[in-house]
């Protein structure tokens, strides 16, 4: 079973508008670790913002807010007031303590495009 | 600038051929840990190691092999080269000791391009 579902592949939204990223998760843990980066086109990794499993409040990064609903295990971000050089790949990711590895587990990605 | 660093950017090589990807990390940092991202495989975790000891490893194929340095750096060796090894690799590195928490955010290197022709 995938451990990290992201079911939106390409999302476009209009410049300075929100925009949510969808990302829900799979684990038996009760400690781990959710992040987001960005991938633009020119290839790099980019963290974005990070949410662990124990933290009551939900992560805000500047214009990027997760929304963590742990119940439901999900994980989405937010991003305010989108800017053209949001375009870029998004990648939902997780470490789970399982055996005490920790080993990341990344999403697929969904693209996104902000239009003028 | 996420302050890791991985050369060469692009790389070209011919099947059956070995190269060998270089990555240093963030100042200070300990835990390095590699990746392989394919559009048909996503991002894949490949091995970590943190202060010159392997500390977790993924879906890394035999044919590759890893270590790290005493000054922390890192490097990937990859041999009997595949069509299907052609990927970008990313080098990342993180503070902890790649557990939970803040101090375990991986910061990514800008990846290697390798083309197997």
């Known amino acids: 079973a995938q451990k990290i579902t992201q079911t939106q592949p390409g999302m476009f939204v209009q410049e300075k508008e929100a925009v949510t990223l969808d990302c829900t998760y799979d684990t038996s843990d009760q400690s781990y670790g959710l992040f987001w980066y960005k991938q633009p086109s020119s290839g790099e990794m980019i963290f974005l913002i990070y949410q662990g499993s124990y933290d009551e409040q939900n992560a805000t990064e500047g214009r990027y807010s997760l929304n963590f609903q742990k119940a439901r295990k999900s994980a989405n971000l937010v991003i305010s007031a989108s800017q053209l050089g949001d375009s870029a790949m998004y990648f939902c990711?997780?470490?789970?303590?399982?055996?005490?590895?920790?080993?990341?587990?990344f999403g697929r990605g969904t693209s996104l495009i902000v239009h003028p | 600038d996420s302050g890791v660093t991985q050369t060469p950017k692009h790389l070209i090589t011919a099947t059956g051929q070995r190269v060998t990807l270089r990555c240093s990390p963030r100042s200070g940092d300990l835990s390095v840990y590699w990746y392989q991202q394919s559009l048909d495989q996503g991002l894949q975790f490949l091995i970590q190691?943190?202060?010159?000891?392997?500390?977790a490893k993924g879906n890394i194929l035999e044919r590759f092999s890893a270590q790290q340095f005493p000054d922390l750096h890192s490097e990937l060796n990859l041999s009997s080269l595949e069509l299907g090894d052609s990927a970008l690799y990313f080098c990342?590195?993180?503070?902890?000791?790649?557990?939970?928490?803040?101090?375990?955010?991986?910061?990514f290197g800008a990846g290697t391009r390798l083309s197997v022709l």
């Open positions: 990342a590195s993180s503070a902890g000791t790649g557990g939970l928490g803040a101090k375990n955010i991986q910061y």
């Open positions: 190691y943190y202060n010159g000891e392997e500390r």
């Open positions: 990711a997780m470490r789970e303590g399982a055996g005490g590895s920790y080993i990341p587990t």
